[in-house]
Nanobody, 121 residues
Framework: QVQLVESGGDLVQTGGSLRLSCAAS????????MAWYRQAPGKQRELVAA???????NYADSVKGRFTISRDNVNNTVYLQMNSLKPEDTAVYYC???????????????WGQGTQVTVSS
């Protein structure tokens, strides 16, 4: 199948920066949209940023101008550069990928295990 492995979560101070990475591996034919979601304690999971295979992006209003999503199609990796971090960015960040696997006709969404980002005030 397909595995998504995130890394880069950490504890940082307000105003700091972090770069999250998510590498996909397995029986991958093609990955279409890749995205980052986050879930804070007691809240629903929300979309942070997404990027199509062609590079088109969209962001949650709360992170526009501070976060940048990018991807490496050769290595099936997506990144999230997070600058000017705020305490309200504290959450578990999950990678999501719409993957067309070898031998299937339709893409299927896969999730990573999550990486913790904590921003101290």
């Amino acid at each position: 199948q397909v595995q998504l492995v995130e890394s880069g979560g950490d504890l940082v101070q307000t105003g700091g920066s972090l770069r999250l990475s998510c590498a996909a591996s397995g029986s991958i034919f093609r990955i279409n949209t890749m995205a980052w979601y986050r879930q804070a304690p007691g809240k629903q999971r929300e979309l942070v940023a997404a990027i199509t295979r062609g590079g088109s992006t969209n962001y949650a209003d709360s992170v526009k101008g501070r976060f940048t999503i990018s991807r490496d199609n050769v290595n099936n990796t997506v990144y999230l550069q997070m600058n000017s971090l705020k305490p309200e960015d504290t959450a578990v960040y999950y990678c999501n990928a719409a993957v067309l696997t070898i031998g299937r006709l339709y893409e299927y969404p896969y999730w990573g295990q999550g990486t913790q980002v904590t921003v101290s005030s």
